[in-house]
Nanobody, 119 residues
Framework: QVQLVESGGGLVQAGGSLRLSCAAS????????MGWFRQAPGKKREFVAR?????NYADAVKGRFTISRDNAKNTLYLQMNSLRPEDTATYYCAARNTWYSDAQRFDYWGQGTQVTVSS
């Protein structure tokens, strides 16, 4: 089992940048597929980005957000540039070490970090 703790959220003006971090426990972080999701008030949780041997992004963030990982530090990152008010949400880190046909299915979740983008 892995525990995930997000950090780096905050309030930023439109057009600004933030970098989220997700610290993971455990010795096998490098073997996990990691992801970022977000949930805005009154909306369903949605996929943002995923990293395993390759990276994948939701269309809404492609070209603005970059997912990366530092396996030596057991840390996942999400660099968010050109932020928009519609990016406002709670952002969640997720992990799995099992293959699923549903690429957006994850087993472990963090508590989330709030990102607010003002116009």
């Amino acid at each position: 089992q892995v525990q995930l703790v997000e950090s780096g959220g905050g309030l930023v003006q439109a057009g600004g940048s933030l970098r989220l971090s997700c610290a993971a426990s455990g010795r096998t972080f490098s073997s996990y597929t990691m992801g970022w999701f977000r949930q805005a008030p009154g909306k369903k949780r949605e996929f943002v980005a995923r990293i395993a041997t390759a990276t994948n992004y939701a269309d809404a963030v492609k070209g603005r957000f970059t997912i990366s990982r530092d396996n030596a530090k057991n840390t996942l990152y999400l660099q968010m540039n050109s932020l928009r008010p519609e990016d406002t949400a709670t952002y969640y880190c997720a992990a799995r070490n099992t293959w699923y046909s549903d690429a957006q299915r994850f087993d472990y979740w963090g508590q989330g970090t709030q990102v607010t983008v003002s116009s």
